[in-house]
């Protein structure tokens, strides 16, 4: 079985709203639904996870494949939703800060300051990896995220096999995830995968007896164009 992994065109980061696809998101998202129409192959299913930012870059994708086509059965599966970025965030970032007292006064600011922003958020991130405990703040931990999004993947092998490749429409983490553990890389390496995903880009996976084995990562060939620093980004 071949998967096809997509992530999520750009969707309104930095806002109180981020749930939703911008419009570079949704311009995203359309040219590749565009590249996808031109490829020979036809999905068999299409499954994303239930956050809005998915199913609007699912909703765009999918209509590439009506008119003359069957548009592949589409499926929600909330196993493929994110981990929960806004309480890991928030969950760690005091600890984060009071570790690093000269990153404390940007502390109601960090969306105006990128460079800020990434060295709290990946030190959110290691904090949250080693923790043992992280139910003790509500939060899932690392290794549940993984087993959750492989979980996902092990339903697909175990139902029907779809006519076709299945297209996974979902997010940043998710996709960082599945080739972080068909590559046997460990949670570190995996967060730096998801650091380099562009937005709506195309991975993909096999899937067979030997487990999963990658032969594409981080694709953008729709967006490959005169104008693709306007339209690569990965927030």
Request: proline share 5%; with cysteine; net charge negative.
């Amino acid at each position: 079985m071949q998967l096809i992994l997509i992530r999520h065109g750009q969707a309104r980061f930095g806002t109180d709203d981020y749930d939703r696809l911008s419009d570079l998101g949704r311009e995203q998202m359309q040219r590749l639904a565009d590249h996808m129409r031109q490829l020979p192959e036809r999905p068999g299913k299409l499954l994303h996870g239930s956050l809005q930012r998915q199913r609007e870059s699912a909703n765009l994708l999918r209509a590439a494949y009506s008119g003359n086509d069957t548009p592949p059965a589409v499926h929600c599966d909330a196993r493929l939703d994110e981990y929960d970025i806004a309480g890991v965030f928030w969950g760690y970032l005091d600890d984060v800060l009071a570790a690093r007292p000269a990153l404390a006064p940007y502390r109601d600011s960090l969306n105006d300051n990128p460079q800020v922003f990434e060295a709290v958020y990946r030190d959110v991130m290691r904090t949250w990896l080693a923790d043992p405990h992280p139910d003790s703040r509500g939060l899932q931990s690392w290794a549940a995220f993984q087993a959750r999004v492989r979980d996902a993947v092990a339903a697909l092998e175990a139902g029907q096999r779809p006519n076709g490749p299945v297209i996974l429409v979902t997010s940043g983490a998710v996709v960082a995830s599945l080739v972080g553990q068909a590559l046997a890389l460990d949670g570190q390496a995996i967060l730096g995968l998801n650091r380099e995903l562009y937005n709506s880009s195309i991975s993909r996976l096999r899937l067979g007896g030997d487990g999963m084995t990658l032969n594409m990562f981080n694709a953008v060939p729709h967006l490959e164009s005169a104008d693709a620093e306007r339209l690569l980004s990965r927030r």
